[in-house]
């Protein structure tokens, strides 16, 4: 095919022609019509990573340049015919590459996009786990019959920083009706990887991202409603227990009657009533019988190591001796037990030692 180039626009008769001319320099001329202006104006088809930079030998692409590119999205294919690079060489740059954009989909799998809730069907399919995005996913496509076996994730680096998440599988027909979803796969999302933020991104994505609606009726708060009668707990674990015994072949425990109120015998219960107040009184008339009773044994003894005893002047010597009344077998023969059953309640202050005690 003759190549020619544009020498200009002349007008001839009222028409304009557009003025070519080859590499000898042979002039040619078009009408310039309707057809032409279409040609002209109609978009190109090619696509636009598959630019004329190939073609291009003099500005060959950088490694930072292959890798940016692999990086947005670019195949190894699509780079070996950009680039003009040999194949082997473009794939040991795609390597860092295709582990980094692996990397950045396994954590956009992981993000949480709900959190445990106690609705019955997030409990079905989630426990009380909140729902990452992949598990959101398998749980949606299961539920329209799609075969997981098909499913690939991929990602990749948009122009304004963020992560472009998409998730490729096959639906048949009858999934897509169920989904109501007339768009084709994949399904798409906006990721950021600082913030762990999901955009869903058309309607597969918005799909996949929830759980689709209960279809049930759903119930309202519960209320607090009057009843006839309290409810008896003794009864129900009295039954409790004649069905356990009833069980284990034991007899069972019978529970005597209620007595009505009117009707019960409160005579036993004066006394106890009666004992707190007295307690203080007869605990204050202990502390004084022990008192007195331990004033009285101390008057008694020192009475008798003043009194001489008959035919026992040895005694009588060594009890009216100084050094004698701190000795101790004096002592304990001084020393006089308190009599049981006898109560002393007042000492008098001018006791003798003959007087007996009041």
Same mark, same amino acid.
């Given at each position: 095919?003759?190549?020619?180039?544009?020498?200009?626009?002349?007008?001839?008769?009222?028409?304009?022609?557009?003025?070519?001319?080859?590499?000898?320099?042979?002039?040619?001329?078009?009408?310039?019509?309707?057809?032409?202006?279409?040609?002209?104006?109609?978009?190109?088809?090619?696509?636009?990573?598959?630019?004329?930079?190939?073609?291009?030998?003099?500005?060959?692409?950088?490694?930072?340049?292959?890798?940016?590119?692999?990086?947005?999205?670019?195949?190894?294919?699509?780079?070996?015919?950009?680039?003009?690079?040999?194949?082997?060489?473009?794939?040991?740059?795609?390597?860092?590459?295709?582990?980094?954009?692996?990397?950045?989909?396994?954590?956009?799998?992981?993000?949480?996009?709900?959190?445990?809730?106690?609705?019955?069907?997030?409990?079905?399919?989630?426990?009380?786990?909140?729902?990452?995005?992949?598990?959101?996913?398998?749980?949606?496509?299961?539920?329209?019959?799609?075969?997981?076996?098909?499913?690939?994730?991929?990602?990749?680096?948009?122009?304004?920083?963020?992560?472009?998440?998409?998730?490729?599988?096959?639906?048949?027909?009858?999934?897509?009706?169920?989904?109501?979803?007339?768009?084709?796969?994949?399904?798409?999302?906006?990721?950021?990887?600082?913030? +762990?933020?999901? !955009?869903?991104?058309?309607?597969?994505?918005? #799909?996949? *991202?929830? &759980? @689709?609606?209960?279809?049930? =009726? /759903?119930?309202?708060?519960?209320?607090?409603?009057?009843?006839?009668?309290?409810?008896?707990?003794?009864?129900?674990?009295?039954?409790?227990?004649?069905?356990?015994?009833?069980?284990?072949?034991?007899?069972?425990?019978?529970?005597?009657?209620?007595?009505?109120?009117?009707?019960?015998?409160?005579?036993?219960?004066?006394?106890?009533?009666?004992?707190?107040?007295?307690?203080?009184?007869?605990?204050?008339?202990?502390?004084?019988?022990?008192?007195?009773?331990?004033?009285?044994?101390?008057?008694?003894?020192?009475?008798?190591?003043?009194?001489?005893?008959?035919?026992?002047?040895?005694?009588?010597?060594?009890?009216?001796?100084?050094?004698?009344?701190?000795?101790?077998?004096?002592? +304990?023969?001084? !020393?006089?037990?308190?009599?049981?059953?006898? #109560?002393? *309640?007042? &000492? @008098?202050?001018?006791?003798? =030692? /003959?007087?007996?005690?009041?």
């Amino acid at each position: 095919m003759q190549q020619l180039r544009i020498m200009g626009v002349t007008e001839d008769d009222s028409d304009e022609l557009l003025v070519l001319a080859d590499d000898q320099g042979q002039e040619f001329a078009l009408p310039v019509d309707d057809a032409l202006r279409a040609a002209v104006g109609r978009k190109s088809t090619r696509p636009p990573h598959l630019t004329t930079r190939a073609e291009d030998a003099r500005a060959p692409m950088t490694v930072r340049e292959v890798q940016a590119r692999l990086r947005a999205g670019a195949t190894v294919e699509q780079m070996v015919a950009e680039s003009g690079l040999d194949p082997a060489r473009v794939e040991r740059y795609a390597g860092p590459v295709q582990a980094e954009r692996a990397y950045v989909a396994e954590l956009a799998r992981s993000t949480a996009i709900a959190p445990p809730s106690s609705a019955e069907q997030h409990r079905i399919a989630f426990g009380d786990a909140p729902a990452t995005l992949e598990a959101m996913a398998l749980v949606r496509l299961r539920s329209l019959g799609v075969d997981l076996t098909s499913l690939a994730w991929d990602a990749w680096r948009r122009q304004d920083g963020s992560w472009q998440v998409v998730c490729w599988f096959s639906p048949d027909d009858e999934a897509a009706a169920r989904a109501r979803v007339d768009a084709e796969p994949p399904a798409e999302w906006v990721f950021s990887p600082e913030s +762990r933020h999901l !955009r869903a991104v058309g309607p597969w994505a918005q #799909t996949l *991202s929830s &759980l @689709p609606p209960e279809t049930g =009726a /759903r119930r309202g708060p519960r209320r607090l409603t009057a009843v006839d009668a309290p409810f008896d707990v003794e009864s129900v674990a009295d039954s409790a227990a004649q069905r356990s015994d009833r069980g284990t072949g034991r007899p069972a425990a019978t529970t005597p009657a209620p007595v009505p109120a009117d009707q019960q015998d409160t005579s036993p219960l004066l006394p106890a009533l009666r004992t707190p107040r007295q307690a203080p009184r007869a605990k204050a008339t202990s502390i004084r019988t022990s008192s007195t009773s331990c004033a009285l044994g101390g008057v008694v003894g020192w009475a008798r190591t003043r009194t001489p005893m008959t035919g026992s002047p040895s005694c009588s010597r060594a009890t009216n001796s100084p050094a004698a009344r701190t000795r101790p077998d004096c002592a +304990r023969s001084s !020393r006089r037990r308190p009599v049981r059953g006898r #109560t002393i *309640s007042r &000492l @008098p202050a001018t006791m003798s =030692a /003959r007087s007996p005690p009041t």
